[in-house]
T-cell receptor
Framework: NAGVTQTPKFQVLKTGQSMTLQCAQD?????MSWYRQDPGMGLRLIHY???????DQGEVPNGYNVSRSTTEDFPLRLLSAAPSQTSVYFC????????????FGPGTRLTVL | AQSVTQLGSHVSVSEGALVLLRCNYS??????LFWYVQYPNQGLQLLLK??????LVKGINGFEAEFKKSETSFHLTKPSAHMSDAAEYFC???????????FGTGTRLTIIP
């Protein structure tokens, strides 16, 4: 039982490049979320999903797209990376008997030059 | 709207001393409150949660927090600090159960031998 996994762990992009951050969970939780963590700002919610096929925006959605075709996967897409998107990205999942606890992945550290 | 304020971005205590990390919240409805811990280069892990049951909540690793509605506070305490408690601690609030968490900016706890 791996919980929440994220790939890659580290990534460097040039401004304007696109990429997808992968997130997968094996707990069959219906809810999944993406956060970004920046120094002195805590974690901020980017997008979240309440089930396959259903997504909604969080606090800082601009520049990011998501989709949820399966319960297990919740990829985050950067269509045209900007230096302001340099951050550490965390994916989380919760639901069922673990509704009141979000399980976080190990994070992806992204640098945009 | 909801928000969280964590007083003190850095807190240092001696090993064996009391740990007190402060959290004040703002919420237009009865809130759900959480404390998460982040060890270096890892994701977040739930310490404890308040979900409108008992106002004194006990969590893992000897931590506890008390919900005080009159003070809009949810401070985290531990009677005796251990070296392994060194980490960053985040308070979070939600008006939607465990949905759409709003995190504070975090408090980095250092333990002095």
């Amino acid at each position: 039982n791996a919980g929440v996994t994220q790939t890659p762990k580290f990534q460097v992009l040039k401004t304007g490049q696109s990429m997808t951050l992968q997130c997968a969970q094996d707990m069959n939780h219906e809810y999944m979320s993406w956060y970004r963590q920046d120094p002195g700002m805590g974690l901020r919610l980017i997008h979240y999903s309440v089930g396959a096929g259903i997504t909604d925006q969080g606090e800082v959605p601009n520049g990011y797209n998501v989709s949820r075709s399966t319960t297990e996967d919740f990829p985050l897409r950067l269509l045209s990376a900007a230096p302001s998107q340099t951050s550490v990205y965390f994916c989380a999942a919760h639901g069922g008997s673990s509704y009141n606890e979000q399980f976080f992945g190990p994070g992806t550290r992204l640098t945009v030059l | 709207a909801q928000s969280v304020t964590q007083l003190g971005s850095h807190v240092s205590v001696s090993e064996g001393a009391l740990v007190l990390l402060r959290c004040n919240y703002s919420s237009s409805v009865p809130p759900y409150l959480f404390w998460y811990v982040q060890y270096p280069n890892q994701g977040l892990q739930l310490l404890l949660k308040y979900t409108s049951a008992a106002t004194l909540v006990k969590g893992i690793n000897g931590f506890e927090a008390e919900f005080k509605k009159s003070e809009t506070s949810f401070h985290l305490t531990k009677p005796s600090a251990h070296m392994s408690d060194a980490a960053e601690y985040f308070c979070a609030v939600s008006q939607f159960g465990n949905e759409k968490l709003t995190f504070g900016t975090g408090t980095r706890l250092t333990i002095i031998p």
